[in-house]
């Protein structure tokens, strides 16, 4: 089982980065509704207002909010610039409703997969704003291969904006040098085990070794009473971050994504922690739900029982 377990994770990393496949899914009839079905467990919706409502509905229950409009590796520039205006107008209607909470985005999606100066001219504007607002920016981690241009982006437009936090990702061996730098920013920072697929001689894989280093990262974060967002949904994980007293700290809070692990966020909720739930929208879900499965490949049931629970709800409706 162990090791069907891993040929599904691969199998489903891949197709997560296949673009042929990708846009068949978006440009299919047939399978685009049946897999939304799936992807609604992740993703609060495909529209702005949609997120917006379900994120005031968990601010009136004491959680904080992190908001992402989805998407990444965008290669056209207008599609880059549509994207930058859609998280500046996410920004606008928090400020309005007093929403000082997070804006979290990929670089990719703005402009990193172009060149640079894009990226960074887009991530100035939404600084700006973010800024004028009083709203947080998360930039978001992705493959490898980008790290370094994320990181020195991060480091550029933190010299002039406190406003903004950088995702590192603990299964990647050079995190170990990245965070000691990075602790000189104020910026908070999200600290994720890491979910995309790399060559061993850079990522360590799932195991008790990474779960350790996790720890070593978090300890670090703390003593420095650096912000720390403890983005993870393991289980032991967190109560052994409990355990050592860390989630009291002020500088310390607990994010998990939607849908994901609900039950045990609200546990420690209860328990006054600081908790917050990331919240996703927009079109551009099928990596994203494809990520969420190969998380955990137990998730694929659950997929599975969201399509064909509303396709049957849906037919008893049109019977």
Request: hydrophobic share 35%.
């Amino acid at each position: 089982m162990k090791k069907a377990e891993e040929l599904v994770i691969q199998a489903l990393k891949s197709a997560a980065r296949d673009e042929r496949l990708k846009y068949a899914v978006q440009q299919s009839t047939e399978l685009y509704p049946l897999l939304w079905k799936a992807a609604k467990r992740y993703v609060t919706g495909e529209k702005r207002e949609d997120v917006i409502t379900v994120a005031r509905e968990y601010l009136e229950d004491n959680y904080n909010i992190s908001i992402e409009y989805i998407g990444e590796n965008t290669t056209d520039l207008s599609e880059c610039k549509r994207a930058k205006d859609e998280i500046l107008q996410v920004i606008e209607e928090m400020g309005i409703l007093s929403l000082k909470q997070t804006v979290s985005f990929d670089l990719s999606h703005i402009g990193l997969s172009i060149n640079d100066e894009i990226a960074y001219q887009y991530l100035e504007e939404l600084a700006q704003k973010a800024q004028w607002y009083g709203i947080t920016l998360m930039i978001s981690m992705e493959e490898s291969s980008k790290t370094s241009d994320i990181l020195t982006l991060y480091k550029k437009i933190a010299k002039n904006y406190t406003n903004i936090g950088i995702t590192i990702q603990a299964h990647l061996y050079r995190t170990e040098v990245d965070l000691q730098e990075l602790i000189q920013y104020p910026g908070k920072i999200r600290l994720v085990k890491g979910a995309f697929q790399e060559p061993v001689d850079i990522a360590m894989i799932r195991s008790e070794e990474l779960n350790s280093r996790y720890l070593e990262y978090v300890e670090q974060l703390v003593n420095a009473n650096h912000p720390i967002s403890i983005a993870t949904h393991d289980e032991t994980l967190i109560q052994e971050i409990e355990r050592r007293q860390y989630l009291h700290k002020s500088n310390v809070e607990v994010e998990m994504l939607y849908g994901v692990r609900p039950e045990l966020l609200n546990e420690l909720r209860t328990k006054e922690y600081r908790c917050r739930v990331y919240l996703t929208y927009g079109s551009e879900w099928y990596l994203y739900l494809c990520h969420r499965i190969a998380e955990q490949p137990e998730n694929l049931y659950l997929a599975v029982t969201d399509i064909i629970n509303e396709s049957l709800r849906a037919s008893s409706v049109v019977d």
